[in-house]
């Protein structure tokens, strides 16, 4: 009430310069001049960046958890492990609210439904299994873009700490699918794109001239720049690198939640 009271007053100090008029009706212009001043004074935008990375956050875990699925199907062909991840997944995907964004709830459903088809398809043992998950987590990424989306304009104030820790969930993630990638050099100059991803997200907080690269993130863009090296010549070692520096985000993003 007081924050309305405030752009009330505002408004009728406007009006007064504007038209020199006691009795008047807001123009146009000048209702969209009040919006604009309601929105500079909203107290409630970082609550909202809060909650939308949060949510965030939730869905770039799911993924992660789908991409150890993955894994565990392709490379380390554990069928229990697999469907470990994709239980995982599902439950972090009940968390999210759907009614953030348009069509998100069906978007939600969708990443369910491919989660229940690649669970069927592992007790049957049938070859669509890693198709339904590579669906899956598509359909999770293109989410997260949305819930992007939504808050692009919105300024966070104070929240440097929560965005550190989803730009490290987002380079994980990244070196996952490095790892995936990596299994077959066929598929190295897909790991090698994997890995400039992982940079980008471990440079994520450092856009401003001014700020310089931590020093845990720099050591980790030094060992990517490595593995990367390594995939430029072919090295079978390639993927044992990875593996490490995808170990080593993992502490990191560990190390956030203690």
């Given at each position: 009430?007081?924050?309305?009271n405030?752009?009330?007053?505002l408004t009728?100090?406007?009006?007064?310069?504007i038209?020199?008029?006691?009795?008047?009706k807001?123009?146009?212009k000048?209702k969209?001049?009040?919006?604009k001043?309601?929105e500079?004074?909203?107290?409630?935008s970082y609550?909202?960046?809060?909650e939308?990375?949060?949510?965030?956050?939730?869905?770039?875990?799911?993924?992660?958890?789908l991409?150890?699925a993955?894994?565990?199907m392709e490379?380390?062909?554990?069928?229990?492990t697999?469907?470990k991840?994709?239980d995982s997944?599902?439950?972090l995907?009940?968390d999210?609210?759907?009614?953030?964004?348009?069509?998100s709830h069906d978007?939600?459903?969708?990443?369910?439904q491919?989660?229940?088809?690649a669970k069927?398809?592992?007790?049957?043992?049938s070859?669509?299994?890693?198709?339904?998950?590579?669906e899956?987590?598509?359909?999770?990424?293109?989410l997260?873009?949305?819930?992007?989306s939504?808050?692009?304009?919105?300024?966070?104030?104070?929240?440097?700490?929560?965005?550190?820790?989803y730009a490290?969930?987002q380079?994980?993630?990244a070196?996952?699918?490095?790892?995936?990638?990596?299994?077959?050099?066929?598929t190295?100059?897909?790991?090698?794109?994997?890995?400039?991803?992982a940079k980008r997200?471990y440079?994520?907080?450092?856009?401003e001239a001014?700020k310089m690269?931590?020093?845990?993130?720099?050591?980790?863009?030094?060992?990517?720049?490595?593995a990367?090296?390594?995939l430029?010549?072919?090295?079978?070692e390639?993927?044992?690198?990875?593996?490490?520096?995808?170990?080593?985000?993992?502490?990191?993003v560990?190390?956030?939640?203690?």
């Amino acid at each position: 009430m007081k924050k309305r009271n405030v752009i009330i007053a505002l408004t009728v100090v406007i009006a007064i310069v504007i038209g020199g008029l006691v009795i008047w009706k807001p123009s146009p212009k000048l209702k969209e001049l009040v919006n604009k001043i309601e929105e500079k004074v909203d107290p409630d935008s970082y609550q909202k960046w809060e909650e939308v990375t949060n949510y965030k956050i939730k869905l770039t875990e799911a993924k992660i958890a789908l991409l150890k699925a993955k894994v565990a199907m392709e490379i380390v062909q554990s069928q229990q492990t697999a469907e470990k991840e994709l239980d995982s997944a599902m439950n972090l995907l009940s968390d999210v609210r759907s009614d953030l964004i348009n069509k998100s709830h069906d978007q939600i459903e969708v990443v369910r439904q491919k989660i229940g088809k690649a669970k069927e398809s592992i007790k049957k043992k049938s070859l669509d299994a890693t198709e339904n998950v590579s669906e899956a987590i598509e359909e999770t990424e293109a989410l997260i873009k949305e819930y992007d989306s939504k808050m692009k304009n919105v300024k966070k104030e104070g929240g440097e700490q929560l965005d550190e820790h989803y730009a490290k969930l987002q380079a994980q993630a990244a070196l996952l699918k490095a790892k995936l990638a990596a299994e077959s050099k066929e598929t190295y100059d897909q790991a090698y794109n994997n890995l400039e991803e992982a940079k980008r997200w471990y440079k994520h907080n450092n856009y401003e001239a001014s700020k310089m690269i931590d020093s845990t993130n720099q050591k980790m863009i030094e060992k990517i720049n490595e593995a990367q090296e390594y995939l430029k010549e072919k090295k079978d070692e390639a993927g044992v690198l990875i593996s490490d520096i995808y170990s080593k985000a993992t502490k990191l993003v560990k190390d956030d939640d203690q």
